[in-house]
């Protein structure tokens, strides 16, 4: 995309606590007039996580919408090598880890809280990904599901040291012990990229509730079933909740242009009305309860 380009965007999301879990610990923030998308997955149990996350949130948001006018991105010395339009989302998410640091020392009810973050900021000239922790963004691009982010977690270090580990090798890790959060210490490594936009693109961002229970296929097939964002981003849950849903469950999508960029041939996977569980489009009938699909 060029720098005169303003693309028009449309956005979905949904949360849910899913089947397990007494409350949702995950947070999303879906702002088109700041540009700015973002799931947060919060730690720390059911007083502490609902918390965190909502601060995450909070915080990006003021930080964007006080900055709308103007912004002059700080010297520091973390910034080095860091490309000046990833900046400004790199900084909220700093911020927001210093006030997630600051309200567990000043509060000792929510002393260990901690976050996750994705977050998506899209300008005129393209757009910006920064992330902590295991929560996902993949881009969607004429049929193709590409993940964009690395995640920050014992399997994903091992990934990056061995990409060959088999998944016996991987089953023997903790699945969920991610490494980098939000909240933990007072300056945090925050990954960020620019990355270009074609018009026709999916940005799905997600917590691990979403990828934790299906696969990137999945993932693709649901989204490109509805070219109704908000269709899709529930058909996601669904399915996550048909596997076991045993985390809370949070999908943003967000489209550059006007739509209609899914990919039609592709195999899609459905939910059945009466159990839940994921059916073959075209079958007939439930091949688990019988139900007519």
Same mark, same amino acid.
């Given at each position: 995309?060029?720098?005169?380009?303003?693309?028009?965007?449309?956005? !979905?999301?949904?949360?849910?606590?899913?089947?397990?879990?007494?409350?949702? *610990?995950?947070?999303?923030? $879906?702002?088109?007039?700041?540009?700015?998308?973002?799931?947060?997955?919060?730690?720390?149990?059911? !007083?502490?996580?609902?918390?965190?996350?909502?601060?995450?949130?909070?915080?990006?948001?003021?930080?964007?919408?006080a900055t709308r006018r /103007?912004?002059?991105?700080?010297?520091?010395?973390?910034?080095?090598?860091?490309?000046?339009?990833?900046?400004?989302?790199?900084?909220?998410?700093?911020?927001a880890n210093r006030?997630?640091?600051?309200?567990? !020392?000043?509060?000792?009810?929510?002393?260990?809280?901690?976050?996750?973050?994705?977050?998506?900021?899209?300008?005129?000239?393209?757009?910006?990904?920064?992330?902590?922790?295991?929560?996902?963004?993949?881009?969607?691009?004429?049929?193709?599901?590409? /993940?964009?982010?690395?995640?920050?977690?014992?399997?994903?270090?091992?990934?990056?040291?061995?990409?060959?580990?088999?998944?016996?090798?991987?089953?023997?890790?903790?699945?969920?012990?991610?490494?980098?959060?939000?909240? /933990?210490?007072? $300056?945090? /490594?925050?990954?960020?990229?620019?990355?270009?936009?074609?018009?026709?693109?999916?940005?799905?961002?997600?917590?691990?509730?979403?990828?934790?229970?299906?696969?990137?296929?999945? $993932?693709?097939?649901?989204?490109?079933?509805?070219?109704?964002?908000?269709?899709?981003? *529930?058909?996601?849950?669904?399915?996550?909740?048909?596997?076991?849903?045993?985390?809370?469950?949070?999908?943003?999508?967000?489209?550059?242009?006007?739509?209609?960029?899914?990919?039609?041939?592709?195999?899609?996977?459905?939910?059945?009305?009466?159990?839940?569980?994921?059916?073959?489009?075209?079958?007939?009938?439930?091949?688990?309860?019988?139900?007519?699909?």
């Amino acid at each position: 995309m060029t720098g005169t380009e303003n693309p028009r965007l449309d956005a !979905a999301g949904r949360s849910d606590t899913g089947l397990v879990r007494n409350a949702n *610990e995950d947070r999303l923030l $879906i702002a088109p007039d700041l540009g700015l998308f973002l799931v947060a997955d919060g730690m720390g149990g059911h !007083a502490t996580g609902n918390v965190a996350s909502a601060m995450v949130a909070t915080s990006m948001h003021n930080f964007f919408r006080a900055t709308r006018r /103007q912004w002059m991105p700080p010297a520091a010395p973390e910034d080095a090598g860091l490309p000046p339009a990833c900046s400004r989302l790199v900084y909220a998410v700093r911020k927001a880890n210093r006030d997630l640091v600051e309200a567990s !020392a000043g509060h000792p009810e929510h002393k260990g809280m901690g976050s996750t973050i994705v977050a998506l900021h899209v300008d005129d000239a393209g757009a910006t990904l920064a992330h902590v922790g295991d929560s996902r963004c993949y881009r969607l691009r004429h049929g193709v599901i590409t /993940q964009l982010t690395n995640d920050h977690s014992i399997v994903g270090e091992a990934l990056r040291i061995d990409p060959n580990l088999t998944a016996a090798e991987l089953a023997m890790l903790p699945k969920n012990m991610i490494t980098r959060a939000l909240g /933990q210490r007072p $300056i945090v /490594q925050v990954d960020a990229q620019r990355i270009e936009l074609e018009e026709g693109d999916v940005l799905l961002l997600c917590s691990d509730g979403l990828h934790g229970e299906i696969d990137d296929r999945a $993932i693709a097939e649901a989204t490109l079933r509805h070219d109704d964002l908000g269709r899709a981003s *529930e058909l996601l849950v669904t399915l996550a909740k048909a596997a076991g849903g045993h985390d809370n469950v949070s999908v943003v999508l967000v489209r550059v242009g006007s739509g209609g960029g899914g990919a039609t041939s592709v195999e899609v996977t459905v939910c059945c009305t009466g159990c839940g569980a994921p059916v073959v489009e075209g079958n007939a009938f439930c091949t688990h309860c019988g139900t007519r699909t």
